[in-house]
């Protein structure tokens, strides 16, 4: 009995030694080698080339990221994020440059690229059967799933940061469709027509951080009205044209071409408050 308890134990150990073999191994095996193994984190610059059109944005203090060219404006720092796990991206395949018909794979002249720090990535186009994006670094070809070129492909706004205003921003002044919001004397917010000061309050609130849905390029429509944010430091107040409130509330800025997609109820809050 006692032998054959040995011979037990010793059997289950050979074969939980022969599992986690074949699993780590497996596991291994089955591991795609990344792109890149630049640390997302070491990524300080990103500069955009598609169709001729440049993009350039950086990182800023706090870790946020600005949009430098072709205007200076907060980025939407989710999906910057998204755009930098490229660097990183599982590769499925990787052949040499000289094995392969540039042309047959959109890289002989790539509409589209991005630079991150100094890694240039040349995006080609996808193949029809597995669905994979081409791309080429430096002297090789490389294939990964194509999640990325959406979003460098995209307009501007989709990268353009949802808030309204910068977020280390101070309002000074509201200059509303239905009134006037400043501060008096003593410093407290007030406004020009009879409005509790808790409401003033909450549309200071509102402005500060308040989010668009959406940021597209900006689309000529009747303009509907027009607001002026008034920022501490700043000479030139931010102006926004009102020019849809059905079934949302757009904001325009032409002057920068975008503009600022909201829900209704925004309206009430941001533009007219009671």
Avoid: C
């Amino acid at each position: 009995m006692y032998k054959n308890n040995i011979l037990n134990l010793v059997l289950f150990i050979v074969v939980i030694s022969l599992a986690s073999v074949i699993y780590f191994s497996e596991e291994k095996d089955t591991e795609l080698e990344k792109l890149s193994p630049v640390s997302i984190e070491a990524i300080t610059s990103i500069t955009i080339q598609h169709n001729q059109n440049t993009l350039t944005i950086s990182k800023q203090k706090n870790d946020q990221w600005h949009i430098t060219q072709p205007l200076f404006i907060a980025a939407n720092n989710f999906r910057i994020n998204s755009i930098l796990k490229l660097v990183n991206a599982p590769v499925h395949n990787k052949y040499p440059v000289t094995k392969i018909d540039l042309s047959s794979i959109g890289l002989d002249a790539p509409a589209t690229s991005i630079m991150l720090n100094d890694i240039n990535i040349a995006f080609g186009i996808t193949n029809p059967a597995t669905k994979l994006r081409y791309l080429r670094i430096g002297e090789f070809i490389y294939t990964i799933e194509d999640v990325y070129y959406p979003l460098l492909s995209s307009n501007l706004g989709t990268l353009v940061s949802l808030d309204l205003l910068p977020k280390t921003s101070r309002i000074e002044k509201l200059i509303l469709v239905n009134q006037t919001i400043s501060r008096d004397t003593d410093g407290s917010w007030q406004s020009n027509i009879d409005i509790s000061a808790d409401n003033v309050n909450k549309t200071i609130d509102h402005w500060q951080h308040d989010q668009a849905f959406g940021v597209h390029s900006y689309l000529k429509r009747e303009q509907l009205g027009e607001v002026f944010v008034y920022l501490e430091n700043q000479q030139q107040p931010i102006n926004y044209l009102i020019t849809d409130t059905d079934p949302w509330l757009i904001l325009a800025r032409p002057e920068i071409g975008l503009e600022y997609h909201l829900d209704i109820e925004a309206y009430d809050n941001l533009i007219t408050p009671q």
